[in-house]
Structures are given as structure tokens and as C-alpha cells.
């Protein structure tokens, strides 16, 4: 189901055959496997009465994207992505396509139950595999229960925090020219990674998405909602 999902939106991302190489796909992993952290963060001053910002569906929901990755090992290189996002069972499942619509990646998951389905030589590394399932839950699933902190940050920005994992902390922020930006901190509380969420949005899902990951191997995603529809 989800791969014939996709298969139609293929040629909707308008770059032909630009496809992309084994040798580029390694680059990817590398640099997906070499997250480091950036500076700590600082306690928010607190404050009430105005709802959290973010971009996660409220509902069952099937998005595509265009996805552009870009590290200093590989460049620039492009793919097609759709994943169903059900939060109310905390579950993702992602399918990776090369833009001629050969499925390079599949995998689900379920609270913290992860099943690759299906890769591609090295794909199937599962480092990888897991870091690029923890990419996507940080953009499209909303924590469990209620902020742990509520405030502005040291920019006056209305931010919230919610923990995460075992030991992390993920950070929505409204910004003041109307974009949200997410923050996931690790146990030492120093950014993992970040992401800023761009209008218009659709079901709270944003038309586009730059997301940013630290370290010597620093890599972006870039995605760009291609099509959302709501499931059952």
C-alpha cells in the first residue's frame, strides 16, 4: 500500500532522472552516523496561557516529500519519501524511493519496536536505519504527555519542552516571523539536532522543513511536502 502510495508522486518532484549513486548513498550514512552536539541550553523564563507550537499531524496521516540531504562527504543528494504517521499509537511508517522510484528504504516503528522491512545495500546498516526512523519521529511525532518547561527562551521566544527517549529533551519554539523551530537535546543537554518548520501548514504540517544535524559530519535534510491526506 505504501509503496503504490508513493509510486504515483514520483515524477512530481520535477528532477527527471537525477538519481543518486551507491557511492553517494554511503557518504549519506557516514555522515548520518556522526552526530556530535552543539552548545547547552538555558532554563526558560517561565510562563502560561498560550499553547505550545507545533507541527506534528494530529491524526492518522500519509505525507510525501521531496527530500534533499547534503553533507560534506556526499553533497547534494535527492530522494523521495513518504511516510504514514499514526500518533495516537506512536507509529511511523517510512518508505525511501530514489527519484526514478526504485524503493531504497522501508521500515516502521512503534513506541520504541523498530522492523526494517526492507533496504538496499548499505541501507541496511542498522545505524542508519534507526537514525534516519529517529529523524523523521522528531519532525513528525509529538511526545507524550504534557511540557516539562513553558517559556521564553533566551531570545524572547514562546518555546516548550518535552522529554524524550531515555534521556532527552525535545524543544518547539514559535519564532517571530511565524516559523516553529524544534530543538533535541541530549542527556548533556547540548543540541543533537535542530529543525525550522516554514507556513503555510497544512494540518499543522509544514510546507517545507530544514533540518540540521551537529557534529564533525554535520549533514541537512531539507523536505518539501509534496501531498498529505488523512488515513483511517
Known sequence: MMKLFIKDTVDKTGYGDRGLSIAALFAVILALASCAAAPSYRPLSPQGGAA???????????????????????????FVGAVKVEPEKDALHAVLMSVEGMVLFEAETAGADFRMISAVPPLNDLPFAKGLMGDISFVMLKPAGKP?????????????????????????????????????YGANRKIIKEAAAFPPFDRKAPAFIKMKSFGPASYTIDLKLIEMESVD
Open 52 to 78: 505550545c507550537p507545533d507541527i506534528f499531524p494530529a491524526a492518522a496521516a500519509r505525507l510525501i516529500h521531496q527530500i534533499e540531504i547534503t553533507s560534506p562527504l556526499s553533497g547534494k543528494s535527492l
Open 148 to 184: 516539562v518547561e513553558q517559556g521564553a527562551d533566551d531570545q524572547g521566544l514562546w518555546a516548550c519542552r518535552w522529554p524524550t527517549g531515555k534521556e532527552n529533551i525535545l524543544e518547539t519554539a514559535l519564532t517571530k516571523d511565524g516559523n516553529i523551530r524544534l530543538r533535541l
